[in-house]
């Protein structure tokens, strides 16, 4: 009986990435193999898109197990190059469940052009698909990290800011992090910043 709900619980994650990672690609924001995504299952497991996959061609073998730390349960298999940025986001909150990687034009173009370290979101009606906002009346910081390939460096540096973070954060020419208590949750936030990033780039292009 126990073996039947693990296996449930690990279909359900799997059908969830790869669902997620196709949504994802139909909407541009993963070019190539660019992305990863993860979810924490009800029991505590982590499961993360392999290294090197096209996100909107994942089958349940694209997903694998992870440690709290980021290790593959296989040794065999190659867990996303990003992993340890997942996993300190599922460290620092338990109620984490989601966490989403895309690279979309918008994302990269704007972390690109954005000489200080956060940029701000103010007065759309779409920030309330984040936690705690109720009006578009408001202003939220979307921080910006330089990108290194060295993601536990990386991570070191991202990990500080972590507790203040609304909407999620961008690297420096690479993408957007974002995450949800589950997977629909995380899409929805995904999709509602892509949404104010296209805008803040549209309104870019008009003032060039
Ligand atoms: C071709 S994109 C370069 C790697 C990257 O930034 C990314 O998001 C995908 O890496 P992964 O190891 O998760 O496939
Ligand atoms: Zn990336």
């Known amino acids: 009986m126990q073996t039947l709900k693990v296996d449930e619980n690990w279909g359900n994650a799997?059908?969830?990435?790869?669902?997620?990672?196709?949504?994802?690609?139909?909407?541009?924001?993963?070019?190539?193999?660019?992305?990863?995504?993860?979810c924490r299952l009800p029991d505590?497991?982590?499961?993360?898109?392999?290294?090197?996959?096209?996100?909107?061609?994942?089958?349940?073998s694209d997903v694998i197990e992870i440690t709290p730390d980021g290790v593959p349960v296989?040794?065999?298999?190659?867990?996303?190059?990003?992993?340890?940025?997942?996993?300190?986001?599922?460290?620092?909150?338990?109620?984490?469940g989601a966490v989403l990687h895309?690279?979309?034009?918008?994302?990269?173009?704007l972390s690109m052009d954005e000489p200080s370290d956060a940029i701000t979101l103010a007065?759309?009606?779409?920030?309330?698909?984040?936690?705690?906002?109720?009006?578009?009346?408001?202003?939220?910081?979307?921080p910006l990290f330089h990108n290194d390939q060295d993601i536990a460096r990386l991570a070191t540096v991202v990990a500080p800011k972590l507790a203040d973070m609304r909407l999620g954060y961008l690297i420096r020419g690479h993408g957007v992090y974002v995450w949800g208590r589950d997977m629909f949750t995380a899409l929805a936030r995904l999709e509602g910043l892509e949404f104010l990033l296209a805008c803040e780039l549209a309104r870019l292009q008009k003032k060039a």
Request: hydrophobic share 35%; glycine share 10%.
């Open 14 to 38: 799997c059908r969830q990435i790869v669902q997620a990672g196709q949504r994802m690609d139909q909407r541009g924001w993963v070019p190539a193999t660019a992305g990863n995504l993860s």
């Open 44 to 60: 505590g497991r982590i499961a993360i898109t392999r290294s090197g996959g096209h996100k909107g061609f994942l089958t349940d």
């Open 74 to 96: 296989d040794p065999a298999s190659r867990a996303s190059a990003e992993t340890l940025l997942h996993t300190q986001l599922y460290a620092h909150d338990p109620a984490i």
């Open 102 to 109: 895309g690279h979309s034009v918008a994302a990269t173009i």
């Open 123 to 142: 007065g759309y009606e779409v920030l309330k698909v984040f936690e705690g906002q109720t009006t578009h009346d408001t202003s939220l910081d979307l």
